[in-house]
């Protein structure tokens, strides 16, 4: 669900930046107000585990679509909201500048969509009311479920509603939203029964991590330090192996562009702030699409002569050099909070 800047114009693309900005903003002093600096490396490490675990495309059966875990819910669960608003405004950054996955000038939307939402919709108003205080696995998947559908739900409307602002006449309201919203259904599904699995995994291990109360005796807690490396080693497998099996379907989003436009080549008129911010995405985007910048079209001939598409060292690399550089942003990020704090105190 990552827009890209053909899909908003300036005026819709500025708002969203400038909100987003001030939830980033609010989001940080909240953060300031309930430190739990402890946590960074665990920040850190979720955050890069997110980013690898977008990278791989699960197929949606009969649809010729596919769909990735979005992760801000999953965050939510094991950090608080706030930080996970941060860790996923981190993560679509690094993404949007290093990896040309989202616009620059669509970023603020992006983050908008795919982190406001879960964070302080689905989690707090749905999935905590729903899992209780006992959280028992069957309560925890009901809650992951019902909060990844209603996030998914709302964020893919609000990508309809801002691209009918932005007046792209090709992607009408109602025809768009007919296919965005069914399609991001299934999505959501998938990703609620991945979350409740991991959280109930996490929960076994350090079940303090996310107040699970009620444990079995047999369960023994282990340290929040073997958590936080399970997370990073489960980051580099997933980035630098697991990424190559990932499906090549269109996403969601494109799957219902292409649906509806009955093209995949869907924009608006071209704009001095749009064509500035393209050039400079180029210029920072060392491994587009995740991969090497001519591996596209070495891929696209693999699939005219009927070769078949191998897993390549590109992809390796991007699933790895994108989780160390958010691992990076999100503990200078969060150690910069910590230290601005530390000073107003003094």
Wanted: glycine share 10%; charged share 10%; with cysteine.
């Amino acid at each position: 669900m990552h827009m890209a800047d053909a899909l908003v114009s300036p005026a819709v693309g500025g708002v969203l930046w400038a909100g987003t900005a001030g939830l980033v903003g609010w989001s940080a002093r909240a953060v300031q107000r309930h430190p739990d600096h402890g946590n960074i490396p665990l920040m850190g490490v979720a955050g890069a585990f997110v980013f690898t675990a977008q990278m791989i495309n699960f197929a949606i059966p009969g649809t010729g679509s596919s769909g990735h875990l979005g992760g801000a819910l999953l965050l939510s669960i094991l950090l608080g909201p706030h930080a996970a608003f941060l860790v996923m405004a981190s993560v679509l950054t690094v993404q949007a500048l290093f990896f040309a996955d989202g616009g620059l000038l669509a970023l603020g939307a992006n983050i908008f969509n795919l982190s406001f939402f879960p964070c302080y919709l689905a989690y707090p108003l749905v999935f905590k009311p729903i899992a209780g205080t006992d959280r028992r696995p069957v309560r925890i998947y009901i809650a992951a479920i019902v909060a990844a559908v209603l996030g998914a739900q709302v964020g893919s409307l609000f990508v309809v509603l801002e691209t009918t602002l932005s007046g792209i006449a090709a992607l009408p309201f109602l025809p768009f939203a007919l296919a965005m919203q069914p399609i991001h259904l299934a999505i959501g599904l998938v990703e609620g029964l991945a979350t409740a699995a991991i959280v109930l995994f996490i929960c076994r291990l350090r079940p303090s991590m996310v107040d699970f109360s009620n444990t079995e005796a047999s369960h023994v807690p282990v340290s929040s330090k073997a958590v936080v490396a399970l997370l990073g080693v489960s980051a580099l497998v997933v980035g630098g192996g697991l990424s190559w099996f990932a499906a090549d379907a269109p996403d969601g989003l494109e799957w219902s562009i292409e649906t509806v436009a009955k093209s995949d080549a869907v924009s608006l008129p071209s704009s001095p702030l749009r064509e500035n911010l393209g050039s400079i995405q180029e210029k920072t985007a060392i491994l587009p699409d995740y991969d090497f910048k001519a591996a596209p079209i070495e891929r696209e001939h693999s699939e005219d002569v009927g070769g078949p598409v191998v897993a390549n060292a590109g992809t390796s690399l991007a699933g790895l050099a994108g989780g160390c550089l958010t691992l990076i942003l999100i503990i200078g990020l969060f150690i910069g909070l910590k230290r601005w704090q530390v000073s107003k105190q003094g």
